[in-house]
Every structure is written in structure tokens, then in C-alpha cells.
């Protein structure tokens, strides 16, 4: 065990390593839905502690890595317009569109700004009355409440050259679409702690009733992730199928009621296309026809958008747990960091940004191989 | 930008009828909106996205995660220069009108560091 030594507690995670392999009689397969999550797996070197009868699957949660290749090329042709000044996370900066990405708008001339929050966007917005201030609106439950809220921010302080351009997305049904799917072979979910924060608990019993699939939440520290993968062992192994808590230090049942409140004012609930995977009913956001007057896409009629998706990019397969980073062709060869060829080797919390960073290039193990969808 | 970071909150105040706080990420100091989470008060950890506060969090929960993101290099990416990042991974040069941003040193607030 050469990486026990760097978790924050050592005896504990050996402690739960041991349970973990004294539960486990027979393969499961467990995907952990958060980028972040992934992110610690590897960086602590999870995966290759465990037995070898667990095998975990990375799974779609990480918002940048999903965002609609469409999205980005709107996001593009937006930040290119001289009266625009467009503001952005920082981890977008490098996302393929189907030709370029916000840094080479940026270096050619593109008014491209990045913000920490979506309220300096706001505040730009003020600051600036003669330009056109766009703030791109990605990301998963966590991140729409304070998007909405800028939004609705905007509306009340009569803010009217501020937009967003909205792609938020919902983990519930990216894991009902996972587990519809006929390839799939997830056996339990480790569900993203964060989402949980703002969203609660109350949208899983629904999922793990119908699926018969154990859901337990999660939080992003080694430990955290040990007692989750515990836990779902524990009820694979006993053959249960219901929502845990694994997270109660920041995980209410409830959620945020006025982060939920917000997003229910703002937001409608609409389908969205996810990068790599495709249409998913019911698994967006867009602002509410009362805050139209707010959409990027309608105040600047990005239509007609033609996208050209890269064509040996397998980052779908890597999204959905088909694939692992390192059974693409051109995973550290033509795709790497400096040349990215998907989304999910651009931010560090997609799998294959990941696996790179931490030189997780060796081949897959028969199991795996073997597994493989 | 998925994860959230622990902060503790060093002053509140209302600005344009909002709830607004100081708060210190192991040294960085950034600006925060408290609305979805009113009972916060000074001295506080609260779990902070993009901005804002979205869930109380204990203080040994927040230091332990806070030591966390800083060896898996998250602070970095949520407080870093995010330019510098992007030309380095392009092996460009940085776009013209970007500037560093200010270092912890002059962002931070003596009295709220660790």
C-alpha cells in the first residue's frame, strides 16, 4: 500500500480498506458521478488500494467536459463581437470549439475576461454600460443557484447589458439515462456531494427504487470516498438498494431551500445535449420565459452553428464509463493537455486529465478488458 | 470550478440589499454572497462556490478540506491565474490585456489569516 501514507489519515483509511475487502465476496462495479471525486481516486491512487474485485467507473460529472461542443462554438462566435466583453470560469479557456477556443479569441482581439464569480460579471456590467457583458453559464446544480442569482440580480437592479449564456445541467437524469443505457454496468453510485448540497436527497429514492441500484452520497476526500465505496459494498453485498448519507457534515436532506427556491424562479427545467453523450430528457436548465430578456442566445441569435466534433475523440465512452482514458487510440499521443482533442483533457477534473496528469498510462488488466461494455 | 472550497468569513456587509461577506481561503480573500445561507455570521466556515456561500461547515471539516485542495492543486486552479495557466498548456503567449491577478499578499486580510 505505497500511497497510504499520503492520506490525511492513514490508520482510518487502512482501517476502511481492510472493511471494505473483508465485505467483498464477488466483482462489483461502482461509478463515482463527480469529477472531483475522480480527480482524488487517482491523485491517492484509490482505485489500485482497493480489491480487485471493485472496479470503479468515472462517471459525466464534470461540467466542462459535458458542455455541448454547440455550446462552445456559440460561446465563440459571441466572444468575437467587438461590442462584447464575455466572462468566463477559468477552466473554459481551453475547451476545443470545433476550430478554436476563448484563448485564441482572446489573442485575437476577443474582449475575453475571467472571473472568479458570476457577480464580477455583474459588476463589469455596471462598470462598463456601453458594451454588451456576457457571463457563460455552465455547470451542475452547484453552480446554477449563483448564476440564477446574478441573473435575477440583474433584473432587479435594471442591469439590461447583462446576459447569460445558459448550459446547466442535472446529475438525476444523466444516472437514469446511465442506467438505462443497454451497455451499462454500473452496479451502485457514489453521487456527487456538492449537487447534494444545494439539490438534498430527494430526487434518489425515485432512481434507486426503479433501478435497484444503491446511491450513496459522497463527499471528495479520500476518506469521504472510502467510507462511500464502504458503504455501497456493504449494501451490493447484502443485496439493498437505497440512498445513503455519507456526506452529513454538508449534505442536509433538504439541500439549500433558498438556493432551490432561486433556481425554481429563474430556471425552467429543459432537455439538453451533453458533450460525448448526447440528448438527455429533462437534464438541463434555461432561464424561465420571465427572464428571457437575459439568454445570450436570444439577445445575440447564435444560430446555424456547424460543429465539427473531432472523430477519434472517445471522450463520450470515457463520460458514460464504457472506456477507460487510457483505451483511447489517441489518449497521450495526439490528445494531450497542450492538445486537447475532448473536453475531458482540458479540465483537471475530467478523467482523461486525470489519468495523464498522474501517468496512469499503463494497459488495462484482463478484468478490465474484459468488462469493458 | 465543480468543487467548492471552505472559507471563513471575516466581515459582512449589505450591499445593494444583499448579503455580502470577506471571506479567507487559507490566505486568498475574496468577496462572497451570503443569501443562501442568512444565519451565516462572522467567524463562520462556510462551504463557498463560485461566490457564494451555499452550506455551513464545521471548522475542523473546513481546515482538513482546505489542506486537501491545496495539495490536489485546487486552490490554485480557483484562485490561480487562470491566463498563465492556459498559455502554459497552449505553449503560447499570454493574450495582450491580461494581467496577473493580485497575489494573496495583497488580497489577504491580516487579522482573518490562518
Known amino acids: ?373 | 470550478m465543480c468543487l467548492a472550497v471552505p472559507g471563513r468569513v471575516l466581515e459582512i456587509e449589505e450591499r445593494d440589499a444583499t448579503r455580502m461577506a470577506k471571506v479567507d481561503f487559507g490566505g486568498v480573500v475574496k468577496e462572497v454572497c451570503l443569501e443562501y445561507v442568512p444565519e451565516m455570521q462572522v467567524g463562520d466556515y462556510a462551504i463557498v462556490h463560485v461566490g457564494f456561500a451555499l452550506q455551513r461547515l464545521d471548522e475542523e471539516s473546513a481546515k482538513q478540506t482546505l489542506e486537501l485542495f491545496e495539495n490536489l492543486g485546487v486552490l490554485e486552479e480557483e484562485f490561480g491565474d487562470a491566463w498563465a495557466k492556459a498559455a502554459r498548456d497552449a505553449g503560447a503567449e499570454r493574450p495582450a490585456g491580461t494581467t496577473p491577478p493580485q497575489g494573496p499578499a495583497q488580497d489577504a486580510d491580516e487579522e482573518g489569516r490562518p
Request: net charge negative.
Open chain 1, 1 to 373: 500500500m505505497k500511497y497510504l501514507d499520503e492520506f490525511s489519515d492513514p490508520v482510518l483509511a487502512r482501517r476502511l480498506f481492510d472493511e471494505i475487502r473483508a465485505l467483498t465476496t464477488q466483482p462489483w462495479s461502482l461509478m463515482e458521478v463527480c469529477g472531483g471525486q475522480t480527480h482524488s481516486i487517482i491523485r491517492h491512487g484509490i482505485d489500485q488500494l482497493l480489491p480487485d474485485e471493485i472496479q470503479l467507473i468515472h462517471g459525466p460529472g464534470c461540467p466542462v467536459c459535458v458542455t455541448p461542443l454547440e455550446t462552445i462554438d456559440k460561446a465563440l462566435e459571441i466572444a468575437s463581437r467587438p461590442e462584447v466583453v464575455f466572462c468566463s470560469f477559468g477552466d473554459m479557456l481551453r475547451v476545443p470549439g470545433s476550430g478554436r477556443d476563448l484563448f485564441k479569441v482572446k489573442s485575437e482581439g476577443g474582449d475575453v475576461r475571467v472571473v472568479y464569480s458570476p457577480l464580477d460579471a455583474l459588476r463589469i456590467a455596471q462598470d462598463n454600460p456601453d458594451r454588451q457583458v456576457v457571463f457563460f453559464g455552465i455547470g451542475f446544480e452547484t453552480t446554477a443557484p449563483p448564476n440564477a442569482m446574478t441573473v435575477y440580480q440583474a433584473k432587479k437592479l435594471g442591469i439590461g447589458n447583462f446576459s447569460l449564456l445558459v448550459s446547466h445541467v442535472r446529475v438525476p437524469p444523466a444516472i437514469d439515462a446511465i442506467m438505462n443505457s443497454p451497455d451499462c454496468r454500473v452496479q451502485a453510485f457514489l453521487a456527487a456531494g456538492h449537487v447534494c448540497t444545494v439539490m438534498g436527497t430527494a430526487e434518489y429514492p425515485e432512481l434507486a427504487e426503479r433501478h435497484k441500484v444503491p446511491i450513496v452520497v459522497t463527499g471528495f476526500e479520500p476518506l469521504d470516498i472510502l467510507e462511500g465505496i464502504r458503504r455501497a459494498v456493504r449494501q451490493l453485498e447484502a443485496g439493498r438498494h437505497v440512498v445513503e448519507n455519507a456526506y452529513p457534515r454538508a449534505v442536509q436532506p433538504e439541500g439549500s431551500p433558498a438556493a432551490r427556491a432561486m433556481l425554481a424562479d429563474v430556471f425552467e427545467v429543459t432537455d439538453r445535449a451533453w458533450r460525448g453523450i448526447g440528448m438527455i430528457p429533462r437534464s438541463g436548465w434555461r432561464l424561465s420565459p420571465r427572464y428571457r430578456d437575459y439568454d445570450a442566445e436570444h439577445r445575440f441569435s447564435v444560430t446555424d452553428i456547424d460543429t465539427q466534433e473531432s472523430t477519434v475523440c472517445r471522450s463520450g465512452e470515457v463520460l458514460q464509463g464504457l472506456i477507460k482514458p487510457h483505451e483511447c487510440a489517441a489518449f497521450g499521443k495526439q490528445c494531450t493537455p497542450r492538445n486537447p482533442l475532448g473536453a475531458t483533457m482540458v479540465s483537471s477534473e475530467g478523467a482523461c486529465a486525470a489519468y495523464y496528469l498522474y501517468r496512469r498510462l499503463q494497459v488495462p488488466t484482463t478484468q478490465e478488458a474484459s468488462s469493458v461494455g
